[in-house]
DNA sequence: TAAAATGGTTTATAACATAAACCTATTTAT
DNA sequence: ATAAATAGGTTTATGTTATAAACCATTTTA
């Protein structure tokens, strides 16, 4: 009946990351940041976690001269937020 | 957007308490206890939040000669879950 | 009359979310 | 040329949380 919640998603700031991650399948971190109207240290953090759950891939370059981070959903992280939906519907139906 | 979640409910226990209570109007500790699969610990706690934010209001008594605690969702209780359920929607879909 | 079970509560702890402080480099103002 | 502000983050510190472990009072069973 109430399967566990994936702890890695069942977090609000991660978990807007990873709603706009599936639309947009590539984001900037200042994109995320002004999106989820999160700091950067936390968002920072959060990406972190995701990246190290294998959720997402985190890609640093430059633009110019800046530093610029990207991320990406894996398929991975799509799979763990179907099966995050499908088992919280379980407990708001 | 992301509207935030509200903290006493984004959470997997105290969810599944309120989701429960909304079906049934009223619960007993050891039933909410067995449909959780929770702790007794764990689920004391988190229905003492859940009553302190008046979100339920327990009530304790007695069945024979053993102490009884029923739980009830409260009309603030309803209205926080589905207003946690709506902002929800906009995270997962 | 022990021992186990019932129905919980309280306490300890580890994980978590978050903001504050910090860092490096770049751009702008003086 | 130098100082101050901005960009784009990371690291660290701190308060909350979720959770399990330990505990407590009473009752039932062996």
New interface residues.
């Given amino acids: 009946?109430?399967k566990?919640?994936d702890p890695l998603l069942?977090s609000?700031l991660r978990?807007?990351v990873m709603?706009l991650l599936i639309g947009l399948e590539e984001a900037e971190f200042t994109f995320l940041k002004e999106?989820?109207?999160s700091t950067a240290g936390n968002l920072s953090v959060q990406l972190d976690k995701l990246e190290k759950a294998g959720y997402i891939q985190i890609e640093k370059s430059f633009r110019g001269k800046r530093p610029l981070t990207t991320c990406k959903i894996t398929s991975t992280g799509l799979k763990a937020f179907e099966e995050?939906?499908e088992n919280?519907k379980?407990?708001?139906e």
């Fill in positions: 009946m109430f566990p919640l069942h609000q978990l807007a709603s999106k989820t109207e995050y939906v919280l379980n407990y708001i």
